[in-house]
């Protein structure tokens, strides 16, 4: 094909592509900022369509002033759920994940299949029981069932015993026969060595957490504990609630977010790309 | 003596082990295998939480499933879903790999920006959506208005309300499937490139002939998990349509949802838990057959 005609058609599909991707998260923040009446009234191909005409921060005032929907509270349970999980997550997981990949016992094969074999078992499947069991433990409305559940995650494990392979058995050895104990090891010689792993897998699961959405629609049904995910979608069975107040309780609760991706982006993309494609 | 010591060692490795490996053990077992069980137990029950008594089933459940018409659309729908944006998805995500592959001023631009609707989650993705596709106020229709066609209202139109819903799936998913592709394409040796092009071939050979067969691995690791996550479609489900207009969208996801925690009847819900599990299982398997690759999931 001709030069003169691929070069300016790959530009055009890169920004057009490049538009679409960034078009929703443009109109959710412009929306934000609008007043109740304007959402409705400029609905033709216009300057005002695409542009707010009196910029408004009330929206965002009202969701967190609102005391039947305390957004600010919202932010907090999901905050405290989200941190938690990951702390937990990565202690457990990396624990597992080390023994997995460095040291030798019995029936270590078998088990490493038990947990993968978990990877089929689709979440969806299990809910009713799950939800059962959370009513047992008496945990309905309880922060426990959003943390507990979610600390062990065979796929984190997976992804970090590819990490810790790479450790030379060699070194442990020595600090062994030096007289350190496999704790010791564990935590001063390989975990200092996997912190770029640690940090992928922190970015994965805090994230997971943060859009965790089903599971806190299923065991929270008491207002003031619920998670913002599943509180942005409550707003939206109101009456006569404002799209404006509904896109800047969506603004808060991904922008931030998206900043801290943009800037890690680079550990959450080794985390696709190990899980996906290694050797 | 050596001997003796080296056995001790073993020992305490293997105690050590163990103790690594607990924490997350008994999570396991807790949470994910002891539900696994107690699902495929309560599928056999007749169980309803509203009720409040239970009875053994045997098959019933299973049996009134298959003919049950509900449960037989949900589950169409989600498999109309999944052939729509399995094909799709794939082709644009392989494509904007492709573009941005090559090393040129501003790539880094653009592939940051092609990823960022992965960091949006999926309830607000398809809350954004659900403004942009309204048929009073949404930009989508200003947008058909302006250039002379009719509003369409997307959400409301069963014919093509899950159109919209494959449009924001495939939006928030593209970016993501794009950075395992560019992955895969980087693992192609140029020299094969190169080759080809000496030996003439055009622009759509050496894909069709080169990055297609390389891809191979990519590709299966892409189709399966899409697949795996378009069959269990919920969260753009629940909040765009809440499965209607007249159940024209609800997912097989929607209605164990529905029928566990709306009408409390969970030994039904596990029941067509279990039986799409099954589903899921047996199409993950045939795929890995297909491609004959090993790729570890």
């Known amino acids: ?279 | 003596m050596r001997a003796i010591r080296a056995s001790l060692y073993e020992k305490q490795e293997s105690r050590a082990a163990f103790g690594f490996i607990v924490p997350a053990f008994v999570l396991l077992a807790v949470f994910i295998f002891y539900p696994m069980l107690h699902a495929l137990w309560i599928s056999f029950q007749n169980y309803n939480l509203i009720a409040a008594h239970s009875s053994f089933a045997g098959w019933g459940n299973y049996r009134k499933l298959f003919s049950d018409g509900t449960f037989g659309a949900s589950l169409w729908h989600s498999f109309y879903f999944t052939l729509v944006v399995l094909p799709v998805q794939t082709a644009i995500s392989l494509g904007l790999a492709m573009l941005v592959q090559k090393k040129f001023r501003g790539v880094g631009f653009f592939r940051t920006v092609y990823f960022v609707p992965v960091a949006v989650s999926f309830a607000i993705a398809s809350t954004i959506f659900r403004l942009i596709y309204n048929k009073d106020y949404g930009m989508l229709n200003a947008v058909l208005k302006g250039i002379g066609l009719p509003a369409v209202d997307f959400l409301s139109n069963p014919r093509i309300s899950m159109l919209g819903i494959i449009v924001l799936c495939i939006w928030r998913a593209m970016g993501f499937v794009m950075v395992i592709f560019l992955a895969g394409l980087n693992n192609i040796p140029d020299s094969l490139y190169e080759a080809a092009h000496v030996d003439g071939a055009s622009p759509a050979q050496r894909f069709l002939y080169v990055t297609l067969p390389l891809l191979k691995r990519t590709l299966a690791f892409v189709v399966i998990i899409t697949t795996m996550d378009a069959l269990k479609i919920f969260i753009p489900i629940y909040i765009t349509t809440s499965g209607g207009p007249a159940g024209s969208t609800s997912t097989v996801v929607h209605f164990i949802y529905e029928t566990a925690f709306k009408q409390m009847n969970m030994g039904f819900a596990a029941a067509a838990a279990f039986l799409f599990f099954a589903l899921v299982l047996a199409i993950s398997v045939v795929q890995l057959r297909i491609f004959r690759t090993d790729v570890e999931y």
């Open chain 1, 1 to 279: 094909m001709n030069r003169a005609v691929v070069v300016p058609l790959r530009w055009i599909v890169l920004v057009a592509a490049a538009v679409v991707s960034l078009f929703p998260i443009y109109w959710m923040v412009m929306s934000s900022f609008r007043t109740h009446e304007e959402i409705f009234r400029y609905t033709t191909l216009s300057k005002e369509l695409f542009l707010p005409v009196h910029w408004t921060l009330g929206n965002y005032r009202e969701i967190f002033l609102d005391p039947a929907k305390p957004f600010g509270r919202y932010i907090l349970n999901t905050l405290l759920v989200a941190v938690v999980v990951t702390a937990a997550g990565l202690v457990v997981n990396s624990m597992a994940a080390f023994a997995f990949a460095k040291l030798r016992f019995r029936f270590k094969r078998g088990l490493l299949a038990l947990f993968l074999s978990s990877l089929v078992i689709p979440y969806e499947v299990i809910m009713v029981p799950q939800y059962l069991l959370m009513r047992d433990l008496g945990w309905i409305n309880d922060y426990r069932a959003l943390i507990v559940p979610q600390i062990v995650w065979v796929f984190g494990i997976f992804m970090l015993i590819q990490f810790f392979a790479d450790v030379p058995r060699d070194i442990l050895d020595a600090a062994r026969i030096d007289g350190a104990g496999w704790a010791r090891i564990y935590g001063v010689i390989v975990l200092p060595t996997a912190v770029p792993a640690l940090i992928t897998l922190g970015i994965m699961t805090f994230l997971n957490q943060w859009d965790s959405f089903l599971w806190p629609l299923v065991v929270i049904n008491e207002e003031k504990k619920q998670v913002i995910q599943v509180a942005i979608s409550s707003y939206q069975s109101l009456r006569n609630i404002s799209w404006g107040k509904i896109m800047a309780a969506t603004t808060i609760s991904s922008v931030p977010i998206l900043a801290v991706f943009l800037l890690l982006q680079r550990y959450y993309v080794q985390g696709i790309t190990m899980s996906g494609v290694k050797g």
